[in-house]
């Protein structure tokens, strides 16, 4: 296994102020008119998932899919996104693709990260 995983994520719970544990990513990539799993994790104390992914990185369209609603859900409250889907573009010039989300029960935020 490589050092880490091309593809990563990490969750913030703006909400809480703490990492979000305990949810559920599912990486995808557009294969023709669908889409294939690549990979599926849950995320650590941290807020992060471990080496999920080995690759090989290709260029394309990849899609991560938070299961946003089951996290809030645990925690006994309500959520108007119950699932957050991102998709982003991979080039064959980058070997890593960082993709934070910070999150709350009524919103969300994502950049490109490092």
């Known amino acids: 296994m490589s050092e880490r995983s091309p593809i990563t994520t990490h969750i913030l ?23 294939t799993q690549v990979a599926k994790g849950t995320t650590d104390s941290d807020g992060r998932i471990g080496q999920w992914f ?5 260029t394309g369209l990849y899609r991560l899919t938070f299961a946003t609603g089951d996290y809030f859900q645990a925690y006994g409250k309500d ?3 119950p699932q957050v889907t991102i998709d982003f573009s991979v080039s064959g010039d980058q ?7 910070l999150l ?11």
Request: hydrophobic share 25%; aromatic share 16%; charged share 15%.
């Open 13 to 35: 719970d703006l909400g809480s102020g703490y990492p979000a544990e305990g949810v559920v990513v599912t990486l995808e990539q557009q294969d023709g008119d669908g889409w």
């Open 79 to 81: 959520c108007f996104y």
């Open 95 to 101: 070997d890593h693709y960082h993709v934070p989300l």
């Open 104 to 114: 709350n029960q009524w919103g969300y935020s994502t950049y490109r990260g490092s």
């Open 54 to 58: 080995d690759g090989p990185l290709v």
